[in-house]
């Protein structure tokens, strides 16, 4: 980006230059090639030009996306579930009136936001799931649901 603002410089001193080198050109001929070529470099640092605008305005919004990210990113807190899986859970004082909620600490330090979802809960676990990077674990303490009430206690038909 910084070599093409110098090279854009760089052409519009040389246009400037030709500009006014044009009006000590007596030959007609000569000075209407030299209009040509001032013409082709003026057209070609139009182009420059909207192409640099297009390459601002891409970094200005992706300045903005990581501004707005970083802000978001404050309002999460490392949190370590059972038995060691880190995630980032939002601030009590920063969650307003969104329900309580985790999200993704490999998106996270991705600078991606991305929501942790509880696929299914039993038994003392939860397995929350990534649908970004594809994390996919069970956190909890396991219970043991001790045997089968109902039937004979011998099998889960009762036979
Ligand atoms: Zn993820």
């Not at 674990?137 to 009430?149: C, H, L, M, V």
């Amino acid at each position: 980006m910084v070599g093409e603002i110098f090279a854009g410089a760089s052409a519009f001193k040389s246009l400037a230059d030709g500009v006014k080198a044009l009006s000590e050109i007596k030959d007609a001929k000569r000075r209407s090639e030299v209009e040509v070529d001032l013409l082709g470099k003026l057209i070609a640092l139009q182009s420059d030009f909207s192409a640099l605008r297009d390459s601002k305005e891409a970094i200005e919004k992706e300045l903005v996306k990581i501004k707005d990210w970083n802000a978001d990113k404050a309002r999460y807190e490392m949190k370590s579930l059972e038995p060691g899986v880190l995630v980032y859970r939002v601030k009590e004082v920063e969650r307003g009136s969104e329900p309580p909620h985790e999200i993704c600490a490999d998106c996270y330090n991705n600078d991606k936001k991305s929501l942790l979802h509880a696929v299914a809960k039993g038994n003392g676990l939860t397995r929350y799931k990534c649908y970004s990077c594809g994390f996919d674990e069970n956190t909890g303490t396991f219970i043991d649901p001790g045997p089968a009430r109902g039937g004979s206690g011998d099998s889960w038909l009762g036979v």
